[in-house]
């Protein structure tokens, strides 16, 4: 993958060093999540991105890993996306795209809504508690609660083997995941990488496997591991 300065789109460049990994082409029959979360491009984390297959389990087709800006992110996001929105026209079938909202997400999002104009964005619903108005949030918000219900959804998927993982760089960061307590022994234990390390394709597998019952399923074989 690669975005030069000033261009509008994406180009994929078969490298087997490079940062998208790809198992598998689009089906025309299924459906299909992306989801990502996204780092400043800066800082010592990655944004990291997922793109699932949807059907009677979901099945890890591509992945991304590496260092970019939030505004590349949206770019990288739109071209996963449309590649794996198989149809046309009025028949196409968008992928799902969503993006965590938290913090440099928000400006990824933007950029999803505003330049790229992706049709079809995870939406959070929200009811003011005064007017009982309800209004609409674009991407996945991650607080204390949907941290860990989307963990254990994705604990649980992996438990009953109905999640196909095919990244090795998903599996190291799972095989180091614990629980511990902050920097400082307070307050409860909670699920995160170890000091030092990463979880950034956990977060990012988690909010995919929590929005995937908002797509339509297409036909799929149910994995069970040998």
């Given at each position: 993958?690669?975005?030069?300065k000033?261009?509008a ?15 598998e ?12 979360d996204?780092a ?5 984390d990655?944004?990291?991105v ?37 149809g ?28 790229r ?6 939406t ?28 254990e ?10 999640i ?22 307070k ?6 990488a170890?000091?030092g390390g ?29």
């Amino acid at each position: 993958f690669h975005v030069g300065k000033g261009e509008a789109r994406a180009r994929f460049i078969d490298d087997p060093h490079g940062p998208v990994w790809i198992w598998e082409v689009p089906d025309a029959a299924a459906r299909y999540v992306v989801s990502a979360d996204i780092a400043s491009g800066g800082s010592r984390d990655f944004t990291s991105v997922h793109v699932l297959k949807v059907g009677q389990s979901l099945e890890q087709v591509a992945s991304y890993r590496g260092k970019c800006d939030p505004d590349e992110a949206a770019i990288l996001i739109d071209r996963l996306a449309k590649v794996y929105s198989p149809g046309k026209g009025a028949n196409r079938s968008w992928a799902l795209v969503a993006p965590e909202r938290n913090s440099y997400g928000l400006h990824t999002i933007d950029k999803l809504v505003n330049d790229r104009r992706y049709p079809n964005i995870y939406t959070h619903k929200r009811t003011d508690t005064v007017d009982y108005r309800e209004s609409r949030d674009y991407g996945w918000l991650t607080s204390t609660a949907t941290r860990n219900r989307s963990l254990e959804y994705l604990k649980e998927m992996v438990r009953e083997a109905t999640i196909l993982i095919r990244c090795s760089r998903t599996f190291a960061e799972m095989e180091t995941f614990i629980y511990q307590k902050a920097a400082d022994g307070k307050g409860d234990e909670k699920p995160c990488a170890p000091r030092g390390g990463f979880d950034d394709m956990v977060m990012a597998l988690a909010i995919g496997v929590s929005v995937a019952d908002r797509v339509p399923s297409g036909p799929a074989v149910l994995y069970r591991p040998s």
